[in-house]
């Protein structure tokens, strides 16, 4: 199991993928079905999804993983009685099958397994590499974090004051749920190819603003070597507000 892609719903689906591809170094990995998908230099066919929406939302966090895993998670997700969508195929880059369940908190998630992988391109360090976390605001975390834990098979790995931290595969965390007043999207994280490449991305302050003009910013953290967006005003989502 890993954590695969994020799924964005966005008002000008044109603007967005043009900072993601401009300033922010995905690549272009196609579109179909309304959506543009975006990819970083590893062997994942997409890491970002942009949809028009009227309002920006996540439409899932999607993780991959084997047949047999997601046939445990929609067992468990049965047996607790979360919403739980249908199996069916996704037409989009790596194709595979899957379904979507929603979280506590209306947090929506996506398991697929993909049938086809990408050739890896040659690492640069203007480009991430791959999504290696996402964070989540909720209202109560811990409830959240059972979720989790006893529905998706996670792993509790570490916890703050504020936030839950929890992995599906061997990396710290995979995702986290962060104690706020809302359920919405905290940051995304991009792993980079070392920390000169995190350096690099935040020489030039004035390519960060979002849209052109405003003074709104990424926040930038050089753990695990992951740019680190903070999503804030940038594309509508709130930011997190600390207990």
């Given at each position: 199991m890993r954590l695969r892609s994020i799924e964005l719903e966005m008002p000008d689906r044109n603007a967005a993928v043009r900072f993601l591809k401009e300033t922010w170094g995905l690549l272009d990995a196609g579109s179909g079905n309304g959506a543009s998908y975006l990819r970083g230099t590893e062997?994942?066919?997409?890491?970002?999804?942009?949809?028009?929406?009227?309002?920006?939302?996540?439409?899932?966090?999607?993780?991959?993983?084997?047949?047999?895993?997601?046939?445990?998670?929609?067992?468990?997700?049965?047996?607790?009685?979360?919403?739980?969508?249908?199996?069916?195929?996704?037409?989009?880059?790596?194709?595979?099958?899957?379904y979507f369940l929603e979280g506590p908190e209306g947090h929506v998630f996506r398991f697929v397994t993909e049938r086809k992988r990408v050739k890896k391109l040659r690492p640069d360090r203007d480009r991430p590499l791959q999504v290696t976390h996402v964070v989540l605001n909720a209202r109560d975390r811990e409830a959240c974090t059972r979720f989790a834990v006893d529905v998706l098979g996670f792993r509790l790995s570490d916890r703050t004051g504020f936030m839950n931290f929890v992995r599906c595969d061997r990396v710290h965390h995979a995702l986290a749920y962060a104690q706020s007043d809302n359920s919405l999207l905290n940051h995304i994280a991009f792993e980079m190819t070392d920390i000169d490449a995190v350096m690099r991305g935040i020489g030039t302050p004035e390519d960060w603003k979002w849209p052109p003009g405003r003074n709104d910013h990424w926040g930038i953290s050089t753990r695990n070597s992951a740019a680190i967006s903070q999503a804030e005003r940038r594309f509508g989502f709130r930011p997190l507000v600390a207990a």
């Open positions: 062997d994942i066919p997409y890491v970002v999804s942009v949809a028009e929406a009227g309002e920006p939302a996540v439409a899932a966090v999607t993780f991959s993983g084997s047949k047999p895993e997601l046939e445990r998670i929609r067992k468990r997700a049965s047996a607790a009685g979360a919403p739980l969508g249908p199996v069916r195929d996704f037409d989009e880059p790596g194709g595979g099958s899957g």
